[in-house]
């Protein structure tokens, strides 16, 4: 436990600490500290935690299963399923040049944080609060369970700035590069439409409150169960047969729709709570970002998932609406930080919120052996 704690916290320090160098301004000739975004802390710290985590060992539910894959094309020169293009043919080249699994971790966790931090280079201030929630939310557990998909996922996060710059060659591209991680983000291609003149349109406080209601009604008493169960289908055409075969042998954990909601539920619903009810003013605030269309995915991530809470298979699809809650509660701490000494309502909001991530980062420290938090070295494992 001592070594997960420390190795989680001391990244999460030194993360905040650098992504702070890297936003630090120089007044006097109106330049970053360090010009090259990609150099520096940056770079250090993209490097740090790609090495960290690719040395993991079953950290991530679904780490094993990929480790098991890629020894399994080392050896017998067979891919053991089959997977989208791009994470396949870098399955082949690792593995053919006999090279240890830690090797391939690190190059999928470096095109993950990469992505991740590359979308936010014209947005320098908000991210030692995207590493906070990141870490505190323990959103890197996510990254390092469903890796191909966290990899389309952050593909398309790059790609939503060129919803705004009106450039659809390049949405496109990045997407499709998305597909060949994961097939699921094909579901992504209609969002440049939805957003290319239009930057929100979840507006009212009133209407988002009371979708938010609906949904919990709906949560509690499982009217769609029926319906969810008979998406098997659906979802293998997504690449989740694997998930499908578990569902069909009654394993409740992935689908049941009576699952406990115990502490960390409500937690993260008076997140959601603190994150929508000041949404406009900081839409409005960040309106010259991409933030508008964040807030919006995130908002109908929210409505879909606490419909269908109780089925990791059909929160699959909703991690690229709902996995951008770290972004939206980075720039809400942002926005509370830079108005909280003229306000004691977004000075709460801001000790609220982080409190509330701090609660997040500690109920999984405590269950984190049975959430594969617990961290391992590879060498450890026996």
Known sequence: MFQTLFIYISLLVIMVFL????????EEDGTYLFRNFLNGPILFLMMLFSII??????????HIAYLKDYETLKLFNIPARDTEPAYALISYIFAHLYL??????????????????????????????????FMLGCVFLTFMNTIRQQIAFCFFMYSLQYIRS????????????????????ILLFPIYFLY????SYFKNLKVQFILL???LIILYVNVFENLFSSLDTLMTIFGYDQYVDIVNKDDSLLFSLERQRGMGFYVLLMVDLVLISNSNNIKQYFKDTIFPIIYDLYFFGVIYGYITNGSILLSRPNEYFLGFKFIVAAFSLLYYFRKKENSKKDKMLFYLLIGLYVLIFAGYMFRMKENTAFFTFFWQAG
Do not use: E, W
């Open 53 to 62: 985590f690719g040395m993991r060992y079953n950290v991530g539910v679904d």
């Open 166 to 185: 009106k450039k659809p060659f390049h949405y496109f591209s990045i997407l499709l590069m998305a597909y060949l991680f994961h097939k699921t983000s």
């Open 19 to 26: 992504t702070s160098l890297a936003a630090k301004f120089k």
């Open 100 to 133: 240890h699994f830690s090797f391939f971790f690190t190059f999928l966790a470096f095109i993950q944080i990469f992505f991740l931090f590359l979308t936010f280079k014209n947005y320098r201030d908000v991210l030692p609060y995207v590493v906070m929630t």
């Open 213 to 215: 209601i609906i949904a």
């Open 196 to 199: 290319k003149n239009k930057d």
